[in-house]
């Protein structure tokens, strides 16, 4: 089982940056895609970018740009660099991410808990 436990949620005020982290724990695992979504109140969450283990990137269309997803493979980390904050912006950001265990080709999804990213003067 892989644990996704994300850092770097906050407090920002518009037009300034935050960079959230999202590391993956657990044993014997190999992880394909991880990526972000997001869920503002009274909203469905959305994608907001996806990388997979080879480095190729998704993002949605409204956010190309402003947001950079990026991946340390050898730390099993994903990091979603956030640029000109608006404060449309603001919502619980929830890391994700595919792996399999080794020689099985189930592909299994995990999630994190979410850091909350307010957008606010």
């Known amino acids: 089982q892989v644990q996704l436990v994300e850092f770097g949620g906050g407090l920002v005020q518009p037009g300034g940056s935050l960079r959230l982290s999202c590391a993956a724990s657990?044993?014997?695992?190999?992880?394909?895609?991880m990526g972000w979504y997001r869920q503002a109140p009274g909203k469905q969450r959305e994608l907001v970018a996806t990388?997979?283990?080879?480095?190729?990137?998704n993002y949605a269309d409204s956010l190309k740009g402003r947001f950079t997803i990026s991946r340390d493979n050898a730390k099993n980390t994903v990091y979603l660099q956030m640029n000109s904050l608006k404060p449309e912006d603001t919502a619980v950001y929830y890391c994700?991410?595919?792996?399999?265990?080794?020689?099985?080709?189930?592909?299994?999804?995990?999630w994190g808990q979410g850091t909350q990213v307010t957008v606010s003067s």
């Open positions: 990388i997979t283990s080879g480095g190729s990137t």
């Open positions: 657990g044993s014997g695992f190999s992880i394909k895609a």
């Open positions: 994700t991410a595919d792996w399999s265990d080794p020689g099985i080709a189930t592909i299994w999804e995990s």
